[in-house]
């Protein structure tokens, strides 16, 4: 069954603190891991996008890493600010299968 | 321009109305897609437009009816709605359909509320 789970289910973090999400997926076949953020109520919005290849992407404070043998993926945010609360969603499509994760609500508080 | 707009931002509509949900972006992008998002909920994928044409249909009820006039725009048109159907509805669009590493833009959303 492909499957995509997320841990932590929340994370609460002081800002200017780092933390890792994790993604554990089973999509088989696999074309590409994408994390996305999503604030309340808005759409969610591309962070990164891996393929098969990549074992690390950055984009800013936020660095994403793949290990396709272990399909495993995490974000890594560093520094975080206010602005980093927000739902962070992992997205593996594998070939007109996207499937999403149920993603971790993180706040980060001053 | 990396904008896919969506209107109306909120609706509001009773089980027996018909209504629509209007997508639009101006990217040159060739895929398109409609989500449904209940609360504290990720997206679920309903349908995915690849080249005006309807390639995915996540056996989605037949109350739900999608639409692409042309390649810039895409509609949910809506029918005889359960409460149960009240979610963000999201839109997005690619440069190429699932399969390909294409970043997916989405839309604000639309807030559905059936009652």
């Known amino acids: 069954k492909n499957q995509v789970e997320q841990s932590p289910q929340s994370l609460i973090i002081l800002e200017g603190k780092n933390c890792t999400l994790q993604?554990?997926?089973?999509?088989?076949?696999?074309?590409?891991l994408r994390w996305y953020k999503q604030d309340t109520g808005r759409g969610p919005v591309s962070l990164t996008i891996?393929?098969?290849?990549?074992n690390t992407k950055s984009n800013g404070r936020y660095t994403a890493t793949l290990d396709a043998d272990t399909k495993q993926s995490s974000l890594h945010i560093t520094a975080s600010q206010l602005s980093d609360s927000a739902s962070y969603i992992c997205?593996?499509?594998?070939?007109?299968?996207?499937?999403f994760g149920a993603g971790t609500r993180l706040t980060v508080k001053p | 321009d990396t904008e896919v707009t969506q209107t109306p931002k909120h609706l509001v509509m009773g089980m027996t109305n018909k209504k629509s949900l209007k997508c639009e972006q101006h990217m040159g992008h060739r895929a398109m897609y409609w989500y449904k998002q209940k609360a504290k909920k990720p997206p679920e994928l309903m349908f995915v437009?690849?080249?005006?044409?309807?390639?995915i249909n996540e056996s989605v009820p037949s109350r739900f009816s999608p639409e692409c006039p042309n390649s810039s725009l895409l509609n949910l048109h809506l029918h005889a709605l359960q409460p149960e159907d009240s979610a963000l509805y999201l839109c997005?669009?690619?440069?190429?359909?699932?399969?390909?590493?294409?970043?997916?833009?989405f839309g604000p959303g639309t807030r559905l509320t059936v009652t």
């Open positions: 437009y690849s080249y005006e044409k309807l390639s």
């Open positions: 997205v593996v499509d594998g070939n007109n299968d996207m499937r």
């Open positions: 993604c554990n997926y089973t999509v088989s076949p696999f074309s590409n």
């Open positions: 891996m393929t098969f290849s990549e």
């Open positions: 997005a669009s690619s440069q190429g359909g699932t399969g390909g590493s294409y970043e997916q833009y």
